[in-house]
Nanobody, 120 residues
Framework: QVQLVESGGGLVQPGGSLRLSCAAS????????MGWYRQVPGKQRDLVAT???????NYDDSVKGRFTISRDTAKNTVYLQMNSLKPEDTAVYYC??????????????WGQGTQVTVSS
């Protein structure tokens, strides 16, 4: 099992910034992909950004140029720097990691979610 602890959410005014963190611990083999998703009530959980162990990054078009994902491999931690926040970024943000045990076996884990509210 892998445990994920998220932090950094909160209330911010439009145009402001927040930084989310997600630290993984437990039975870690290889976290070959780490990322962030978000969800608003009544809608599906959507991709925000992912980063692989090889440094390949993928962003949803809605956050390109405003959000930056990064990871500290030694600390098993993934970050999401969110700048120029908009009210439509308001959501619960979830950390997601893929823990690869071998070529045939991997498991995905989700964090508990952290609320981000962008409002004046």
């Amino acid at each position: 099992q892998v445990q994920l602890v998220e932090s950094g959410g909160g209330l911010v005014q439009p145009g402001g910034s927040l930084r989310l963190s997600c630290a993984a611990s437990g039975s870690i083999f290889s976290l070959n992909r780490m990322g962030w998703y978000r969800q608003v009530p009544g809608k599906q959980r959507d991709l925000v950004a992912t980063i692989t162990s090889g440094g390949i990054i993928n962003y949803d078009d809605s956050v390109k140029g405003r959000f930056t994902i990064s990871r500290d491999t030694a600390k098993n931690t993934v970050y999401l720097q969110m700048n120029s926040l908009k009210p439509e970024d308001t959501a619960v943000y979830y950390c997601n990691v893929r823990n690869v045990q071998n070529i045939l076996t991997f498991h995905e884990y989700w964090g508990q979610g952290t609320q981000v509210t962008v409002s004046s």
